[in-house]
């Protein structure tokens, strides 16, 4: 039975249309999913995606600064040197701010990091506006490494922060959101660099500072929204604070049952602070818990997702389209990428986390073996294109609607709160390593291997369901404590007895520490 607040017995499930009845009941839940997200994720999956439009206009332009300051033109390797170095240099910028971000989020809370946070990516808009007119490729570099701090924050704070304003019947759904925001990124960055919009080399200056315009967006609707109630209970100690958030958030209801889950987390955790990195991965309590961040987290850059969308121009060429259409078809991936994580959210409450990324690695593995094979036969058999065509759309569906929507918001579920900063911090970081070394390695992998680097994509995707489907319990609907202790019941040895968490309802005021290495 549906109650009219935002909770639930555990043991009920309720069907799809009444999760979204329970989601429309929070109307500020479903703001904080915008304004969180056009300054989070978005900012990440834009990144990524726009610098593949202007990529012929900033080589230039560095060919002419340099013939402009030095009178020395540049070869094709200088220039495609320092245009992959403006590339990359992203991805330092991105695990420079996942480093600092924990410590932050901690001492600071969640909002006023999100909300210092835009200031970043304004600046870096303002160095990429002027760019071209200042005739500079340095403010670029300088400009994509204040984006890629401000990405690094955001993929840390912004899945923190919805979660812990999010009910605890909702919490999958919601955490989805966080991949649809950066495959939103993805495809806006596709989209508005054609050159009917902004990808000309005129207006390309602005396809670059539009980050600015979501950090501005971010900038002056976040302060109307309020800071996390998990935040201000278990690390500030404001009960009334935190009631009067969840009022907000959910609904003028009583919320007493979710308050004292919190106080019993935080009676489990009584003068516990929170954790550092180090102490993180030395704890045994929640050793398999930081095993699972690493086995989910490494697979989302090393997967084959960017070595597919990599090969997709290859195929789509060869399947007949012209190659000034190749730039309007691979808009067709990043609206399939963005339509399945929408699907994801729209069926994960019901299907579970678990069997969601399962099912993912397990299509993405089967796909990667059909496509290498197809591949390989395209230039034998003239129908193959299509059929490499098709099984690309369908790997991004796999992605979509498994590894990348259900991955991201996973540290913030299955850590407690004392672990959490620090879960991410680690999560974060596998992530933009993975990225970096991608990066450097796969033009080699390419050039030695060619479409036969899928199989060791393939290794990665095998690996990662298996663990998945034996050694990861289901979150749906636990709290953080459940959650730590089917973990244990899980991989405990037979006969050892399970070490019991403390749930007594008294509190005591939690030491809450900077989350550092």
Request: some cysteine; charged content about 15%; glycine content about 8%.
């Amino acid at each position: 039975m549906i109650t009219n607040d935002c909770r639930h017995d555990k043991d009920q499930t309720p069907a799809m249309p009444q999760y979204f009845t329970l989601l429309l009941e929070c109307p500020l839940v479903i703001a904080a999913i915008f304004v969180t997200g056009i300054g989070g994720t978005f900012q990440y999956g834009f990144c990524i995606s726009v610098m593949t439009s202007p990529s012929d206009f900033i080589k230039e332009l560095v060919n002419k600064t340099c013939l402009h300051r030095y009178g020395v033109s540049l070869d094709k390797s200088q220039v495609s040197l320092i245009w992959s170095f403006t590339v990359s240099i992203f991805c330092l910028g991105g695990l420079l701010g996942t480093l600092v971000a924990g410590p932050l989020v901690t001492k600071f809370g969640r909002k006023p990091c999100l909300l210092l946070n835009n200031l970043l990516a304004i600046i870096g808009a303002v160095l990429m506006l002027v760019s071209q007119t200042a005739m500079s490729f340095e403010m670029i570099m300088v400009g994509r490494f204040l984006y890629g701090i401000n990405s690094g924050v955001s993929l840390s704070v912004h899945p923190i922060y919805i979660i812990e304003c999010t009910p605890k019947r909702l919490r999958a759904m919601v955490g989805v959101t966080i991949a649809s925001c950066m495959s939103f990124g993805k495809f806006s960055g596709q989209l508005l660099g054609i050159s009917e919009l902004l990808g000309t080399e005129e207006r390309w200056p602005w396809l670059l500072g539009f980050n600015g315009f979501a950090a501005l967006l971010q900038l002056f609707t976040l302060p109307f929204l309020p800071e996390s109630p998990r935040f201000l209970l278990l690390d500030k100690g404001d009960r009334q604070a935190c009631e009067k958030a969840l009022r907000r958030l959910w609904g003028n209801k009583d919320h007493s049952m979710e308050v004292e889950e919190m106080l019993q987390e935080k009676a489990a955790l009584e003068n516990v602070r929170s954790h550092s990195v180090m102490e993180l991965i030395c704890d045994q309590s929640v050793r398999w818990q930081l095993i699972t961040i690493i086995f989910t987290f490494t697979p989302l850059q090393l997967c084959g997702i960017n070595a597919v969308y990599f090969y997709s121009f290859e195929v789509f060429g060869a399947a007949g389209i012209q190659e000034h259409q190749l730039r309007y078809a691979a808009l067709g991936t990043g609206l399939c990428e963005l339509a399945t994580s929408i699907g994801c959210f729209m069926t994960i409450e019901n299907i579970g986390k678990k069997v969601l990324l399962f099912r993912g690695y397990l299509g993405m593995s089967a796909t990667l073996i059909l496509l290498t094979i197809t591949l390989y036969l395209q230039t034998h058999i003239s129908w193959m294109p299509y059929c490499s065509m098709v099984l690309i759309f369908i790997f991004i569906f796999f992605f979509a609607g498994g590894p990348a929507g259900a991955t991201a918001p996973l540290p913030g579920e299955i850590f407690t709160q004392s672990f959490k900063s620090a879960g991410y911090t680690i999560a974060c970081t596998i992530n933009w390593t993975g990225l970096f070394v991608l990066g450097m390695v796969f033009p080699t992998l390419v050039e030695k291997l060619d479409y036969f680097c899928f199989l060791i994509f393939l290794c990665f995707c095998v690996v990662c369901g298996l663990y998945v489907w034996f050694y990861v319990p289901e979150t749906k609907n636990r709290t953080a404590l459940e959650i730590a202790a089917e973990f244990r019941k899980m991989h405990s040895k037979p006969g050892e007895p399970q070490r019991e968490i403390n749930m007594k309802p008294e509190v005591n005021k939690t030491q809450a520490n900077e989350t550092k290495f």
